[in-house]
């Protein structure tokens, strides 16, 4: 097949990992005799620096008009000041409403090679592999109005909206389900309905929903409670699905089950014929940038769900996910992972994957 893939290197490491990434996806061309024209934008602070705008319009008209996109990492201590007025992250949200990319899949799995690098005992993470289903373009992140005002007293405030309607909850939910099938079978809807109407809502209509896939076994789980179910028993979860603002909290949490959030992958993805963006779930980590120790794996498995879920190439896919962990397998180690003195750089373990594709 011919795709055109948008590359948004970004801030950081971002330009390391994505040009790893690239590596892969020329070895997957070669091998599998497809062509893949890229094309470089920019987005984040570096877009902030250059543009004065987080997401220029030309990244996002490129974006539009791509297959797919391959996002690096935005932010950095540069553009870190939560109230100024243009912030990379603004980039990230609207590029995700404009893609219309309403499903974020995190997928936490352990790699066996990698159990010991877990803070949590080896028995409470065996087998840990869970698909997070985050609400990506609604919920509290979008809703209006939102604010600040002085009150009556004189005191500051500030104010955000959580609204979900039911067509919104029921398309996550169905992303969850149809995922679970292809699966374990099983899916944990979290909400907050013991406070939050906009949450009671939500619930009401996954348990509809529930019932158009009675063979998938279906819970809710309030959020304050899966917050400790991920901790202690993180392995009798597959499909989690939820909100906005919880998914970014719990997923985040979630990553740290493997210990490596060098590792973990994400893509978001819309109606089918949408374009999908995909991105490690990791940041730009500044404080490494251009010194070529980033360990690319979490990019490059990003990259390998964009093949499956962005180009349809299943077995491209798998092959990329086969080759990391044979690299892993075999001890090679990037200094996040604990690679000490060996530790590899980002070119140095980008080729060990190369290698292990041919
Ligand atoms: C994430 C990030 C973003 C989010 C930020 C950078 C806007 O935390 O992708 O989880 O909150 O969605
Ligand atoms: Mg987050």
């Known amino acids: ?49 250059e543009m004065n705008n987080p997401l220029p319009e030309e990244t996002l008209g490129a974006c539009l008009e791509s297959d797919a996109i391959m996002l690096g990492a935005v932010g ?30 995190r997928p936490v799995k352990i790699f ?15 087998g840990v592999d869970i698909m997070f289903v985050r609400e990506l373009t609604g919920g509290i992140y979008f809703g209006t109005p939102r604010g600040r005002e002085t009150t009556a007293d004189g005191l500051r405030s500030g104010f955000d909206t959580l609204r979900y309607d039911e067509n919104e909850i029921a398309r996550i939910l169905r992303v969850g389900f149809e995922l679970a099938r292809q ?14 109407t906009t949450m009671q809502v939500w619930r009401e209509v996954a348990h509809e929903v529930a019932k158009e896939y009675p063979d998938v076994e279906y819970e809710d789980i309030l959020v304050d409670a899966m917050a400790m179910y991920l901790i202690n028993r993180p392995a009798d979860f597959d499909v989690v699905v939820t909100g906005n603002m919880f998914g970014d909290i719990l997923s985040d949490a979630a990553s740290m089950i493997t210990g490596s959030l060098g590792m973990l992958p994400s893509a978001a993805v819309g109606a089918s014929g949408s374009v999908g963006l995909f991105e490690p779930i990791h940041g730009s980590a500044p404080d490494i940038a251009g010194k070529g120790i ?24 798998t ?39 041919d």
Not at 78 to 84: C, I
Not at 86 to 105: D, H, S, Y
Not at 307 to 315: A, I, N
Not at 332 to 350: K, P, S, V
Request: aromatic residues 4%; charged residues 25%.
């Open 76 to 105: 950095g201590p540069k553009w870190d000041d939560p109230t100024a007025k243009i912030r990379p992250e603004q980039g990230l949200l609207r590029l995700r409403k404009e893609l219309a990319v309403f499903a974020n899949l």
């Open 183 to 196: 699966r374990r079978g099983k899916l944990t809807s979290v909400d907050k309905a013991n406070v939050l």
């Open 294 to 317: 980033a360990n690319p794996l979490a990019t490059i498995m990003s990259g390998a769900m964009l093949l499956r879920l962005g180009l349809g190439l299943e077995d491209e896919a």
């Open 1 to 49: 097949m011919e795709a055109k893939i948008t590359l948004l290197p970004g801030d950081g490491i971002g330009p390391e990992i994505v040009g790893a990434t690239t590596k892969v996806f020329d070895a997957i061309a070669a091998k599998y005799g497809h062509t893949f024209n890229y094309s470089e934008h920019l987005m984040g602070g570096i877009a902030i620096d």
């Open 319 to 357: 092959a990329v996910e086969n080759a990391v962990s044979q690299v892993l397998a075999d001890g090679h180690r990037t200094g996040d992972l604990g690679g000490g003195e060996a530790a590899l750089g980002t070119d140095a373990m980008t080729d060990k994957v190369l290698e292990a594709l």
């Open 112 to 126: 066996d090679a990698l159990a010991d690098a877990s803070p949590l005992k080896p028995e409470r993470v065996k």
